[in-house]
Structure formats: C-alpha cells, structure tokens
C-alpha cells in the first residue's frame, strides 16, 4: 500500500524552528517528485515547496522562500521541510504529498498523507 | 500568484448533477492541460480526482469528469451521492516561478 506518514509538527514560538518528515512507503520513493502543501484552520490549500526526484530541481512559494528549506534522503525514503523564522501566518496542517509523473516534476499529486499540525503562537 | 477563482459553495439533490468552474489566466488554465481537482471530506486529506484536465486516476467513478474552455476549466459530478459532499479544489500548473497555483475550494452540499 502506497502510504505517506508526515511527523515533527507542534507548537512553536514566532521566530523559532522546525523540522517536518514524511516517511513513505509502498512505491519507488526515488523514482517521484515530492511536494509540502499547507492548509490553514478553515482555509484552503497552499503548495508550500517541491523537490524532484534527484533533488535537482525545488521551488518555493513566495510566502515562505527564504525561510523554509525542502530535502530528501533517497536512502531512507524521506522527505523533510525544515522551517525557520517561523510566522503567525505560517500555522497549518502541512500535507507531505507525491507527484503523479515518474520521473518528472509535475505539480499533481496523485497520493496524500494525513498532515502535521504546525501551530505558533507564543 | 493569485489563487484561481472557485465558487465558495454549490449545491444539489441526491441523482442530480453539479458542475464547478475553476477560472484562471492565460498563464496557467488557458495554456496549459495540466488542470487537476481534488476532493476533502471534512476532516480528511486531499484526494485526486481528476488529473490533466478530463483524465481520472484508477478508483475514481466515471461520475466524475472534467473539462475546459478557454481559461475556465470545469467539475461535473453527475448522479450525486451523499458521500461526495466535500469541498473541491482545482489546481494548475502555471508558468510563475512556483509552477502550481490552487483555487479557492468551493464546498458541495448534497441536498
């Protein structure tokens, strides 16, 4: 079974850091882009970043360049967002999710996991 | 990069169909076929449903299709079930710099 498993949210002070993984299994994780996509309490979704197969090639949303840095480890099937300075603005359920496209980076995502909630506040 | 534009909400009876328009630029919907939609039940994540404008991923029921005209691509669900009740979202690939842009969500109530 295809499966996503985001971990690492929780509450933080503004200013502060924090490191999000998605574990994946049942597929060929190195063989897929992958993406963070964010959703605010009552909002709707936002693309966070992206990073394709080979870490060739990742993008950002306006709101969070500069800030926040997307990885991978092919060995271990991972994927990471590592968030600094943290906003207000920034607190959502962050969704780890796959690209459709084997070998291509192409902005659909065709498997989700269930998110981590990032709340900051102080 | 400006969301597309969803309806907020749309509505119909169970048997009936529904349509949602998704409206973008000639910078993403009107150039280019890679239009997606995706359904979340409340409390739920994201589901694909629909994939480069018409085509659905394995699962999904031929109830669902897709479409598009110009810079507005579309939604129909037809023979609505109560399970499809859930807030829709489209997506587009778009030639700004973050190469995807999603819509506002509009949420389905089935009467």
């Known amino acids: 079974e295809v499966q996503l498993v985001e971990s690492g949210g929780g509450l933080v002070q503004p200013g502060r850091s924090l490191r999000l993984s998605c574990a994946a299994s049942g597929f060929t994780f190195d063989d897929y882009a992958m993406h963070w996509v964010r959703q605010a309490p009552g909002k709707g979704l936002e693309w966070v970043s992206g990073i394709s197969w080979n870490s060739g090639s990742i993008g950002y949303a306006d709101s969070v360049k500069g800030r926040f840095t997307i990885s991978r480890d092919n060995a271990k099937n991972s994927l990471y967002l590592q968030m600094s300075s943290l906003r207000a603005e920034d607190t959502a359920l962050y969704y780890c999710?796959?690209?459709?496209?084997?070998?291509?980076?192409?902005?659909?995502?065709?498997?989700w996991g269930k998110g981590t909630t990032v709340a900051v506040s102080s | 990069q400006s969301a597309l534009t969803q309806p907020p909400s749309v509505s119909g009876s169970p048997g009936q169909s529904v349509t949602i328009s998704c409206t973008g630029t000639?910078?993403?919907?009107?150039?280019?076929?890679?239009v997606s939609w995706y359904q979340q039940p409340p409390g739920t994540a994201p589901k694909l449903m629909i994939y480069e404008v018409s085509n659905r991923p394995s699962g999904v029921p031929d109830r669902f299709s897709g479409s598009k005209s110009g810079n507005t691509a579309s939604l129909t669900i037809s023979g609505l079930q109560a399970e499809d009740e859930a807030d829709y979202y489209c997506s587009s690939y778009t030639s700004s710099s973050t190469h995807v842009v999603f819509g506002g969500g509009t949420k389905l109530t089935v009467l």
């Open positions: 999710a796959k690209d459709i496209k084997n070998g291509l980076y192409y902005y659909c995502m065709d498997v």
């Open positions: 000639s910078s993403d919907v009107g150039s280019y076929n890679r």
